[in-house]
């Protein structure tokens, strides 16, 4: 018998990593596309050029970045590196558009004691007042907008919160759970009836700790050379499919063009998976697709499931890449540009790609649209000129560019972003119970159930695999 992993995206690809580490059955990925990497998908032009279409940084911080870079290590990844350090433009010139104008977000101590657009006071004074108008109200969840208005004011929600999570999972700040962001924080202020109490409590709770066989030599590099986030020299996915290389050498069989239908759990321990017109037996499964996908595959046998998968939504996300001949058009450079909702305009945002990494004598940006308002905007079928249109008149009102691109590329991603929307945290709790009271032999992974990051997405695949531990 074998173990069969559902999706070759960086989630399925290192559940299959872990349990292969642990487990002498045969592995199998089955693949519903014709690529591994998953929404990781860097587009290469022949002159070098490289379009992101998906994620293109990681962050190295805490037990989920390092789980990450341990992968990068086995994979002797680390001459591919490109680290951004924290002093670097990037990772200090964070901005948004609000009033009508480009607004850099405070970034060092000294920085919060400015005044500067959009706050009418300095940052500091603003979340002063906050604080001393906070009120605690007593609930089990709250959306991350609603919780930080009520302890630090309209302005930090409306200016510094809701453009965070857009950038994060295109969501509305207004419906995203608190526990998406500040579980403990949330919890400890809930306990003792005050967020500052809560918040040293948080510091003092007992942290995940790191694995004891998990290397942290990269890590460690990592943090001494204060790294604020990092990519690949050839694009990001470079990293799966060298994950996907590694597994194929380690005789892990990952069969492309190889959707599964239908789960059937049978009673002597046996699943059957159907795959078009073929039906394959295994021991065991691993999903690493979106829950509404795997919610699909058990409707039949397990509908109080499939119910519960399919209760978690999901947002389209329009990425817009463009590159100019011209290296000078970014006047303000940094990381990039986030819209906040309250500015009612059709973009989440602009990334700076060209600033973020040397691109030699070239601009290149890519506008991130729709997200939680995609259908409201654009309707349920764009036509992508349309929204290059629209990215490029929001370039140009927002950074004041108005040259003609030399290539552009235009993505339009599916239910691509699960949204952790109030009581998230009580589905995925609902789904692994049910999961472990009926003794399925399903495990579940992936940007669905804990978290939207690369570096989520691959410590739920470690997870996984936990039933093939020794």
């Not at 906070?134 to 709250?142: A, L, W």
């Not at 302005?155 to 994060?168: H, K, N, R």
């Not at 986030?338 to 990334?351: M, N």
């Not at 004598?361 to 309707?379: I, K, P």
Request: with cysteine.
């Amino acid at each position: 018998m074998s173990v069969t992993v559902l999706g070759a995206g960086i989630g399925g690809l290192s559940a299959a990593h872990y349990i292969k580490k642990l487990s002498l059955k045969p592995i199998t990925i089955l693949e519903a596309t014709d690529r591994v990497g998953g929404w990781i998908n860097s587009h290469k032009f022949d002159d070098g050029l490289i379009f992101e279409a998906g994620p293109r940084t990681i962050r190295p911080k805490g037990l989920p970045g390092a789980n990450t870079l341990e992968i990068v290590e086995e994979l002797g990844l680390e001459k591919f590196l490109k680290p951004i350090d924290s002093q670097h433009i990037a990772a200090k010139n964070r901005m948004i558009y609000a009033k009508g104008q480009l607004c850099l977000l405070p970034s060092s101590l000294p920085s919060i004691f400015t005044k500067r657009p959009p706050f009418e006071e300095s940052l500091f004074n603003v979340i002063t007042k906050g604080l001393k108008a906070r009120r605690f109200e007593k609930k089990d969840d709250e959306s991350i907008y609603d919780f930080v208005e009520r302890q630090f004011g309209t302005e930090v929600a409306d200016y510094l919160i809701s453009p965070m999570i857009c950038g994060i999972c295109a969501g509305n700040a207004k419906e995203i759970s608190v526990n998406f962001l500040m579980s403990n924080i949330f919890a400890h202020e809930q306990k003792h009836g005050d967020l500052i109490k809560g918040f040293f409590m948080s510091k003092l709770a007992k942290k995940d700790k790191f694995p004891t066989v998990m290397s942290l030599r990269l890590a460690n590099r990592a943090k001494k050379e204060r790294w604020n986030i990092y990519s690949f020299d050839g694009g990001l996915e470079i990293f799966p499919r060298k994950l996907a290389v590694l597994l194929q050498q380690r005789n892990v069989k990952i069969q492309l063009h190889s959707p599964c239908d239908k789960i059937e759990f049978l009673s002597n321990n046996v699943v059957n998976l159907h795959c078009g017109d073929e039906i394959r037996d295994t021991e065991y499964v691993v999903s690493s697709l979106p829950s509404f996908k795997l919610a699909e595959t058990v409707q039949d046998q397990h509908p109080t499931l499939a119910n519960h998968l399919k209760s978690i939504p999901f947002v389209d996300v329009a990425v817009i890449n463009f590159q100019y001949n011209d290296p000078e058009l970014i006047k303000q450079p940094g990381f990039g540009v986030l819209v906040p909702p309250k500015e009612k305009l059709p973009i989440l945002g602009i990334i700076f790609d060209s600033c973020c990494f040397d691109m030699e004598d070239q601009t290149v940006l890519t506008v991130m649209m729709g997200g939680h308002w995609f259908r409201e905007l654009f309707g349920n079928d764009p036509d992508p000129e349309n929204l290059k249109k629209i990215a490029l008149e929001n370039i140009e009102k927002i950074l004041g560019i108005n040259a003609e691109p030399n290539k552009a590329q235009v993505n339009i991603h599916r239910k691509c972003i699960p949204q952790y929307t109030l009581g998230h945290l009580a589905r995925v709790k609902a789904i692994r119970q049910y999961i472990a009271e009926k003794k399925l032999p399903l495990g579940v992974c992936g940007a669905s159930y804990d978290g939207v990051g690369v570096n989520d997405v691959i410590l739920s695949a470690r997870h996984a695999a936990k039933p093939f531990y020794l």
